[in-house]
C-alpha cells in the first residue's frame, strides 16, 4: 500500500488497483494548539448541558438595562448536585456554567467585584459546587465567561448603545483577566473554557487571553464563540481567533457535515465544532418557556451525530435553583 495525494489535496491509500480515500487527519496534523487525538477525545463525548443560571433567571432579562441588586439573586432551594445529576442521567458527558454572563453577576465570591454571590440571596458559591458535583458524577467541568457586561463597566461600550462599536477598555481586560485566573486556579481541573462575545475583546487581547488561559488549565479546550447563527461553513477569524473550538448556534452544520479543517491565515487548523441550543428557545428560565417537542429534540441530536459536532444542549434551572420537572421528563424520553 502506498499513499498519494491527489489535486485538491486529497490523499489516497492505493492497493492492489483500488484507491480509497485516508482522513484527512491521519496525513497531518495541522497547526493547531491541541493534538488532533486529544480533540477527537473531546469530539467523542458528544453531549454536553450549557447550563444558563444567574442574575438574568431573577430579572428576567438576558441584558439588562438597569442595574438589579446583587441581592436580587436568591435562590430558595439551590441545589447544583440535582442539576449535574440530570445531565449524568441524560447521557452528556460534560456541562459549561455561565459563571458570570452578560448582567455581569458573578457566581463565585470574586475578590475583583461586590456584584455575586457573596452580597447575594443565596451565597453559596455556585462554581465550586458544580465542579465538586461533576467530579463525583463523572462529568467534565467547563465553565462560561461572558466579555461584555452591562455591570462592570470600567468605560466599555456595550453592543446596544449609540456612540459607535462595541469595545472593552484595558481597565475592564485587566478585570476580565483577574476574573478567569481565579475561575482557572481555585477549582481544579476545567475540561472546556467558554468565551462568550469575544469580539469586543480585540485581536490582541484575545489572543493575550487565549494564552494566559491555556497556561493556567493547559488541558483545557478554548472555545472563542465566533457567533455564527448559519451552519458553521463561515468563520470570522477578526471577531473570535484563536480558538480551539467553533460554535454552531441554534442550528446544524450543512448536510455534507461540518468542516473540521480550516484554513486560517495560511495555515491549517483541525477544529470540531459544537452546536449550542436551548431545550426552549430562551437560555435562561422562564416560566411561559417550555421545552421544545421530543421528536425536535431527537432530531437535532440525530444531526448533530451524524454531521460530526457534539451538541451543548442549555438546560436552565429555575428561580428555586432547580432544573424544573418537566425539562427532566423531556430528557428522559430523549435519551
Known amino acids: 500500500m502506498f499513499l498519494w495525494t491527489a489535486a485538491g489535496g486529497v490523499t489516497y491509500a492505493a492497493s492492489a488497483g483500488a484507491a480509497t480515500p485516508v482522513p484527512k487527519e491521519e496525513t497531518m496534523r495541522g497547526n493547531q ?187 483545557a479546550l478554548v472555545m472563542m464563540n465566533n457567533g455564527d447563527f448559519t451552519t458553521g461553513e463561515n468563520y470570522n477569524i477578526d471577531y473570535a481567533w484563536p480558538s480551539d473550538l467553533l460554535a454552531i448556534e441554534r442550528n446544524a452544520p450543512p448536510p455534507v457535515g461540518h468542516k473540521k479543517w480550516r484554513t486560517i491565515e495560511g495555515k491549517e487548523y483541525y477544529m470540531p465544532g459544537e452546536v449550542c441550543d436551548p431545550l426552549g428557545k430562551e437560555w435562561f428560565w422562564k416560566d411561559h418557556d417550555k421545552p421544545r417537542p421530543i421528536e425536535q429534540l431527537r432530531e437535532q441530536r440525530r444531526l448533530c451525530r451524524e454531521r460530526g459536532v457534539n451538541l451543548l444542549l442549555d438546560v436552565p434551572p429555575d428561580r428555586h435553583g432547580r432544573i424544573p420537572e418537566e425539562s427532566i421528563a423531556v430528557l428522559r424520553q430523549e435519551t
Open 33 to 219: 494548539r491541541v493534538s488532533i487525538e486529544r480533540l477527537q477525545q473531546w469530539e467523542a463525548l458528544g453531549y454536553g448541558m450549557f447550563i444558563h443560571f444567574g442574575m438574568s433567571t431573577f430579572s428576567g432579562h438576558v441584558s439588562p438595562k438597569g442595574q438589579p441588586p446583587a441581592s436580587e439573586y436568591a435562590p430558595d432551594r439551590l441545589d447544583v448536585d440535582q442539576w449535574i445529576s440530570v445531565a449524568r442521567d441524560a447521557g452528556m458527558k460534560y456541562a459549561v456554567l455561565t459563571a458570570k454572563h452578560i448582567a455581569g453577576h458573578c457566581l463565585w465570591p470574586t475578590r475583583h467585584t461586590d456584584y455575586s454571590v457573596a452580597n447575594s440571596g443565596d451565597k453559596t458559591d455556585v462554581v465550586e459546587a458544580f465542579v465538586k458535583a461533576c467530579e463525583r458524577r463523572g462529568v467534565l467541568p467547563g465553565l462560561y465567561y461572558c466579555s461584555e457586561d452591562y455591570h462592570n463597566r470600567f468605560g466599555s461600550r456595550c453592543r446596544d448603545e449609540a456612540g459607535g462599536a462595541p469595545f472593552t477598555t484595558s481597565i475592564y481586560q485587566s478585570f476580565q483577566t483577574a476574573q478567569v485566573t481565579e475561575l482557572l486556579t481555585q477549582y481544579g481541573s476545567i475540561a472546556e473554557v467558554w468565551i462568550d462575545i469575544p469580539g469586543m475583546l480585540g485581536r490582541g487581547y484575545r489572543t493575550f487571553l487565549y494564552q494566559h488561559i491555556v497556561s493556567l488549565q493547559p488541558n
